[in-house]
T-cell receptor, first 117, second 114 residues
Framework: AQTVTQSQPEMSVQEAETVTLSCTYDTSENNYYLFWYKQPPSRQMILVIR??????QNATENRFSVNFQKAAKSFSLKISDSQLGDTAMYFCAFRTISSGSARQLTFGSGTQLTVLP | DGGITQSPKYLFRKEGQNVTLSCEQNLNHDAMYWYRQDPGQGLRLIYYSQIVNDFQKGDIAEGYSVSREKKESFPLTVTSAQKNPTAFYLC?????????????FGQGTRLTVV
């Protein structure tokens, strides 16, 4: 079974600064997918960024980038030039490619990020 | 527009009652999932389904039941056997063939026992 750990329940950052959210996971699989989801106060889950485990290059989406360390099973999210709208709960998620589990997502416990004006 | 619709947004249940949460998708996705969200615990999988008329228990299936009679629909029933049903429930769907495709989520149902 896969597990995902987010060790920072809460974080804050000043507007326009950079913040990094941590995520580690445990799996015996070699190929899988990792995601960061954002859940704002509306509680709608929004995909922020995805990483394919067989790709060495770290994924980037505008102000969001990841530091994927496969050997260390680490998948951190960096938010640059933080904006007030980035205030949300952030979830790290792991997705197996094994078909037996319908490729379900396994989530971490989340990090509540607050961007301060 | 394609998406996932959950209803109702808020639901109140008396102790001892069964309630059913609706989840409908028009994305033509094969897989559908139900997650429960509690503070500090992230999202935990209740049930999932890969195909019509088939579904599997997730990590916390006790006290819940589902059906998958149509590809588009995956309702969740919270039974009286669920001892602590107050939570936020999220339904999701995804294709099974596009492995890097993320799951798409509905807007959730907040269930409160009164």
């Amino acid at each position: 079974a896969q597990t995902v750990t987010q060790s920072q329940p809460e974080m804050s950052v000043q507007e326009a600064e950079t913040v990094t959210l941590s995520c580690t996971y445990d799996t015996s699989e070699n190929n899988y997918y990792l995601f960061w989801y954002k859940q704002p106060p509306s509680r709608q889950m929004i995909l922020v960024i995805r990483q394919e485990a067989y790709k060495q290059q770290n994924a980037t989406e505008n102000r969001f980038s990841v530091n994927f360390q496969k050997a260390a099973k680490s998948f951190s999210l960096k938010i640059s030039d933080s904006q007030l709208g980035d205030t949300a709960m952030y979830f790290c998620a792991f997705r197996t490619i094994s078909s037996g589990s319908a490729r379900q997502l396994t989530f971490g416990s989340g990090t509540q990020l607050t961007v301060l004006p | 527009d394609g998406g996932i619709t959950q209803s109702p947004k808020y639901l109140f249940r008396k102790e001892g009652q069964n309630v059913t949460l609706s989840c409908e998708q028009n994305l033509n996705h094969d897989a559908m999932y139900w997650y429960r969200q509690d503070p500090g615990q992230g999202l935990r999988l209740i049930y999932y389904s890969q195909i019509v008329n088939d579904f599997q228990k997730g990590d916390i299936a006790e006290g819940y039941s589902v059906s998958r009679e149509k590809k588009e629909s995956f309702p969740l029933t919270v039974t009286s056997a669920q001892k602590n049903p107050t939570a936020f429930y999220l339904c999701a769907s995804s294709p099974l063939t596009a492995l890097n495709t993320e799951a798409f989520f509905g807007q959730g149902t907040r269930l409160t026992v009164v």
